[in-house]
């Protein structure tokens, strides 16, 4: 059985409900799906004090440590009510995402069309708000609590921070990071024949592979990369968003030299060693790696992961998902040849009339390229990594074994230092767009299609 969602939750952007465009996702969830161990997520105090965890590269960050100045104030926890919504700025399958900040340094609304105004996101913040009751007619709770738990891991300049999180009546709202950029899919198709310049897609891709590199250290497979899940921030760099269907696995973390061949070595996991403790004991304050020699790799991929679930979206699903057949790490460096085809070339490779035109292509149609013959040294670079990570075969696709290792070893991002990848200049920097977004209440007088067409789904009658 397919299960085809509405809308997915471009959260915390702008540009998410004026994109007509937007594919949607799909998830059939089944029950050969498996996730070995689930990193531990026992390890997550489950109390309000949560909500304080240390985001150590937030540090700098003035609407993180408001939050935490604001979590400080209350002993007990922040609520809704600490929080004024301000518009409602994204609607998904699982939820609704508001523009929100603290009531504390909330103003009136001329003050916050001031803000927009002069593009300073300030202390914004996005809320996530989920319909418990909602998503469990739909029996997609599993999805949202999968969603809630990733964020509470995650601490990296490209993923999302989870500022708070809360119930109110039969809602479950996180408090997340404001984007306010729009997304990739969005800023692509303002650009001359929807697609990005050689060197502007370089950069996006390469913030993505370090983004990917620590989710899969985690032991988190994405399996929803697309660039309508590629927010931009507004100094311009990237945020991937939207977990709820992603899978949990373990990674074995291992410094091999690159001349060696992988092996797939399926893991069983000890109990008496949690997977923390193997990252941050084992490895990092082991005197043995931080002498070793500069040519060897860092490997942390889940290579033994496995799942049946038939999730995704149409045009960037794998071959071995499309067949129907289980799948694993593999799955998110081919949506990364994709997304990186997309982002060049304006389309993806294998998109037809229909669905099922598209899933009979990715499983048959070999992978071609606009024109012949690349314009450049870069293209030709760019077309040789795609080729290798749209590999038809998940064993022999690039990236498979060695994950993010193997792929930034590629010539295509040579010249570029991905450990400092954030240091660099965007190729655009946004700026806040208040048209972008919709307000909980509709305004009267003078009202266009646009607007009309943008109204919330559901109300959010708690407030």
């Known amino acids: 059985m397919l299960e085809t969602?509405?809308?997915?939750?471009?959260?915390?952007?702008?540009?998410?409900?004026?994109?007509?465009?937007?594919?949607?996702?799909?998830?059939?969830?089944?029950?050969?799906?498996?996730?070995f161990s689930r990193l531990s997520f026992d390890l997550?105090?489950?109390?309000?004090?949560?909500?304080?965890?240390?985001?150590?590269?937030?540090s700098s960050d003035f609407a993180y440590s408001a939050i935490r100045s604001a979590t400080f104030r209350r002993k007990s926890g922040l609520t809704f009510r600490d929080f004024h919504l301000l518009r409602r700025i994204g609607a998904g399958d699982i939820g609704t995402v508001y523009l929100c900040r603290l009531r504390s340094t909330a103003g009136d609304d001329d003050e916050f069309d001031n803000t927009i105004a002069d593009g300073d996101s300030g202390c914004f913040y996005a809320m996530k708000v989920v319909d418990k009751e909602a998503v469990a007619l739909k029996k997609k709770a599993q999805r949202a609590e999968m969603e809630r738990?990733?964020?509470?891991?995650?601490?990296?300049?490209?993923?999302?921070?989870?500022?708070?999180?809360?119930?109110?009546?039969?809602?479950?709202?996180?408090?997340?990071?404001?984007?306010?950029?729009?997304?990739?899919?969005?800023?692509?198709?303002k650009h001359p024949h929807k697609r990005f310049p050689l060197n502007s897609?370089?950069?996006?891709?390469?913030e993505v592979l370090v983004a990917l590199e620590y989710l899969h250290m985690l032991g988190i497979i994405y399996r929803d990369l697309k660039p309508e899940n590629v927010l931009v921030r507004s100094d311009g760099h990237i945020m991937l968003s939207d977990f709820d269907l992603s899978l949990c696995s373990d990674a074995i973390p291992a410094v091999e030299s690159p001349h060696d061949e992988p092996a797939f070595t399926p893991y069983t996991r000890s109990n008496s060693t949690p997977l923390f403790s193997c990252l941050s004991k084992r490895l990092f304050r082991s005197r043995k790696v931080q002498t070793v020699q500069p040519n060897r790799l860092f490997v942390a991929e889940p290579v033994g992961a496995r799942s049946c679930?038939?999730?995704?979206?149409?045009?960037?699903?794998?071959?071995?998902?499309?067949s129907g057949n289980s799948h694993?790490?593999?799955?998110?460096?081919?949506?990364?040849?994709?997304?990186?085809?997309?982002?060049?070339?304006?389309?993806?490779?294998?998109?037809?009339?229909?669905?099922?035109?598209?899933?009979?292509?990715?499983?048959?149609?070999?992978?071609?390229?606009?024109?012949?013959?690349?314009?450049?040294?870069?293209?030709?670079h760019?077309?040789?990594?795609?080729?290798?990570?749209?590999?038809?075969?998940?064993?022999?696709?690039?990236?498979?074994k060695r994950g993010a290792a193997d792929v930034k070893k590629h010539r295509f991002f040579q010249g570029l230092?991905?450990?400092?990848?954030?240091?660099?200049?965007?190729?655009?920097?946004?700026?806040?767009?208040?048209?972008?977004?919709?307000?909980?209440?509709?305004?009267?007088?003078?009202?266009?299609?646009?607007?009309?067409?943008?109204?919330?789904?559901?109300?959010?009658?708690?407030?």
């Open 201 to 206: 897609a370089r950069f996006y891709a390469a």
């Open 382 to 400: 760019a077309r040789d990594l795609i080729s290798g990570l749209l590999n038809k075969d998940p064993n022999r696709r690039l990236g498979s």
């Open 149 to 189: 738990k990733i964020l509470k891991m995650l601490d990296h300049p490209f993923l999302p921070t989870l500022y708070a999180e809360f119930e109110a009546s039969h809602f479950s709202c996180i408090v997340m990071e404001f984007c306010s950029g729009g997304d990739l899919h969005s800023l692509r198709h």
């Open 309 to 322: 679930s038939f999730v995704g979206t149409h045009e960037y699903v794998s071959p071995e998902v499309a």
């Open 5 to 35: 969602s509405g809308d997915r939750d471009s959260c915390l952007s702008f540009e998410t409900l004026n994109s007509s465009t937007q594919r949607t996702s799909m998830s059939s969830e089944s029950i050969c799906s498996t996730s």
């Open 417 to 463: 230092n991905l450990a400092l990848i954030r240091m660099l200049a965007p190729p655009e920097v946004p700026c806040l767009r208040r048209n972008k977004t919709t307000p909980l209440i509709p305004a009267t007088g003078n009202s266009n299609r646009s607007s009309s067409r943008l109204q919330p789904t559901a109300s959010f009658d708690y407030f």
């Open 44 to 58: 997550i105090p489950n109390s309000p004090d949560s909500n304080l965890s240390i985001k150590p590269h937030r």
């Open 328 to 380: 694993g790490n593999a799955v998110d460096w081919w949506s990364f040849g994709i997304f990186m085809y997309e982002l060049i070339y304006g389309r993806t490779p294998f998109a037809g009339p229909s669905n099922e035109v598209t899933l009979r292509n990715i499983i048959k149609k070999p992978l071609t390229f606009p024109t012949s013959t690349p314009s450049t040294s870069l293209e030709l």
